[in-house]
């Protein structure tokens, strides 16, 4: 099974910054890595695919980067509105697997 | 609009059965795999397994394989997730979602979940 690491667990960020969250797959992924932002009370929505593609109706202030072990999800300039949980997920063989998830917070 | 409609919440004593369910519509149901996700109170996602509802294809999370059962009718564009005998320890919310464009894919479509509460 392949594990995924994210970092940080939780971050609390001012409005306008910027944020980065790492996920580290346990062995090559490839770029079948997957980011979904889960807001309170809220089903995952899906925001990143294949470690980089956008997706329609996401704010251009989210983007991935990387491949193979490690990825990155950045929230450029961020709003109120984006605090939630972040995750990433793997569907590069089974079974598939979840990052722990990172809570950001606005300060 | 590409649409997943979960059952509602349920409330169920230890030992009890269950079976959920996920409504397709907007899209061919059977042309796309259908996956299950469970997220206990205050904690992160886990992937339980998927269904090819064209066949009945299904694929199991270790940790759940044996626990719990995947099916679908496709007669009727619904997946199920059921357990024979539900345990405290299954008290979560449940999610199911759509893998687009296939098996090794992402999750495209949510539905919005449904609560288990299984309690004495």
């Known amino acids: 099974e392949i594990v995924l690491t994210q970092s940080p667990d939780f971050q609390s960020v001012t409005p306008k910054e910027k944020v980065t969250i790492t996920c580290r797959a346990s062995?090559?992924?490839?770029?079948?890595l997957h980011w979904y932002q889960q807001k309170p009370d809220q089903s995952p929505k899906l925001l990143i695919k294949?470690?980089?593609q956008s997706i329609s109706g996401v704010p251009s202030r989210f983007s991935g980067s990387g491949s193979g072990t490690d990825f990155t999800l950045t929230i450029n300039s961020l709003e109120a509105e984006d605090a939630a949980a972040y995750y990433c997920?793997?569907?590069?063989?089974?079974?598939?697997?979840f990052g722990q998830g990172t809570k950001v917070e606005i300060k | 609009e590409v649409q997943l409609v979960q059952s509602g919440a349920e409330v169920k004593k230890p030992g009890e059965s269950l079976k959920i369910s996920c409504k397709g519509s907007?899209?061919?149901?059977?042309?796309?795999?259908i996956g299950w996700v469970r997220q206990m109170p205050g904690k992160g996602l886990e992937w339980m397994g998927i269904?090819?509802?064209?066949?009945?294809?299904?694929r199991y999370s270790p940790s759940f394989q044996g626990q719990v059962t995947i099916s679908a009718d496709k007669s009727i564009s619904t997946a199920y997730l059921q357990w024979s005998s539900l345990k405290a320890s299954d008290t979560a919310m449940y999610y199911c979602?759509?893998?687009?464009?296939?098996?090794?894919?992402?999750?495209?479509?949510w539905g919005k979940g449904t609560t288990v509460t299984v309690s004495s």
């Open positions: 979602a759509r893998l687009y464009p296939g098996i090794g894919s992402y999750m495209d479509v």
């Open positions: 907007g899209y061919s149901f059977t042309s796309y795999w």
């Open positions: 269904i090819y509802p064209g066949d009945s294809d299904t």
């Open positions: 062995q090559s992924i490839g770029s079948s």
């Open positions: 294949y470690a980089s």
């Open positions: 997920h793997q569907s590069s063989s089974l079974p598939w697997t």
